[in-house]
């Protein structure tokens, strides 16, 4: 026998937005920022290991920033999957409980 669960819709809702508030300041800080020209390392191997790192790092942050993405859309998906089932689940509870004659006896 299951107790039932219950979803919390705000709480849903705020991850999902917690998730894009991240990739928000995500977007203004760039790695790009921090890459410099080579010369400015002042040793050509080190200024070739920073540019790589970089590039690299770039690119996790792009595939991080993707994915965070999919997890915010998926939240918020579940959140509008959750909150119609709940809204139809309820109009059929409710035209189940009313009385095809008038008003429910048992309500007074």
Known sequence: MTDGFYVDFAALQQAAEGVTDVLGAMATKQVSDIDAPRAAFGHDALGDKVADFCDRWNIGVGHLASDA????????????????????????FASVVQSPTGPDPAAQ
């Open 69 to 92: 993405q999919e997890v915010a859309d998926r939240l918020n998906a579940s959140v509008d999957a959750y909150q119609h089932v709940d809204t139809v689940v309820a109009g059929k």
